[in-house]
């Protein structure tokens, strides 16, 4: 894989990182601008049609980078391992700390929405609530079963992604079967691995345009005004963020790891930019993957299996929207669920984290599935939707930050972190040099286009 360690900055003399921040900032004052002389015009050609066309474009390089790096990367990381029960020491680890981080956010969220109190004296009056329908919980049963895929294709097309791991594990462990005869197999799977990983590469590089785009369009459609009405919420919501991202995922981390979270954060804001700008776990899960081994120094073998799993089942800033907005809902309605409804809320909100993927907008549609269980009028998610675009994007990468703590702590415990890596401030920084293609990659091509002709 090309770290490029020692590697002069690019003739811009700016990281990537870097760009895309200022990309961000643009975005925001440029779309605040246009939300305040919105016109038609403006609207149907500028917002909607050039920043939603870029930004679309964006996100959908972002989503079709996604089956095929976690196909290859899990192939070569359930190869690589070669001892399938490590695997399973690795899975289970993981899937334990991911429920425990969940559960531990939910419960911050509760604590501090109790303690704060938002929503006190709110008036209903005046909030359309009209179209706004519910969410059955899905039986834990389905969500299990559901993770076995009739049509292996289907899963693959539908970027299924509980069914893609378990699918391309059960193929893995084939392979190791097989022995020395998927020699040829693995060597494949090794090679294609290295090529998507290239193509992540070359994707982000357009990240500074499309991030722009994509915060421009949100900020001209939602302005800033409308955090007034809700400012309680809002502001306890994000302060529960902060907490869980700053102290609680940082004190596990140095705790199980060691590791130093100043360092462990620097090397992981790409994937939380990513994850704020696009609202999605999955599709950031290129971004994430890329930080964790390139940046951070966790093993492929690893990290090719927590990380699609932990944007699919881990989802701690959405854990804490639900726990904030059921406090907020009961303040609002006047209506005192009690505790067992807060621990209905935090077992609910564990399963939908388990059973939804990491798409934008999701963790709203499954709080109608908490609330109507903990007996709270539904219309009341009218009141928060007008600012959920961006608390969205601000619990996805709190959503990703957590995937990337499990991951290492995880790396750490197993043997499987390079701490000169990890060590090393310039690992794994993209600049425009890791588009060049070397002088030996051309003398290779030039030779076997001469040999073919
Ligand atoms: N957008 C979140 C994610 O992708 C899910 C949500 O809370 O809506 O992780």
Known sequence: MTATTSQPASPAGMSLTAKILIGMAAGLVVGVILNNFSTPFIDK???DGLFGMVGKMFLNALKMLVVPLVTFSLLCGVIGIGDVAQLGRVGGKAFVLYLGTTTLAIGLAIVLAVLIGPGKGFDMQGIDTSGITGKTAPSVWDVFAGIVPSNPIKAFAEGEMLQIILYVMIVGIAALMLGKQSEPFARACEYMNELMMKVVVIVMHFAPYGV?????????????????P?????????????????ITLMVLLKLFSGLSPRIFLEKIRPAQLFAFSTASSNATIPVTFRSVTERVGVDNSVASFTVPLGATINMDGTAIMQGVATVFLANVYGIDIGPTGYLTVIAMAVLASIGTAGVPGVGLVMLTMVLSQVGLPIEGIALIMGVDRLMDMLRTAVNISGDAVVTTIVAKGENKIDLAVFNDPNAGIIDDDDLVIDDEAEAVLARATHERG
Do not use: D, K, P
């Open 45 to 47: 050609h500028i917002v």
């Open 212 to 228: 722009f785009c994509l915060i421009a369009r949100t900020f001209a459609i939602q302005g800033i005004e409308l955090f007034v």
């Open 230 to 246: 809700v400012l309680a919420y809002v502001v306890t919501l994000v302060s529960a963020l902060a907490i869980h991202l700053f």
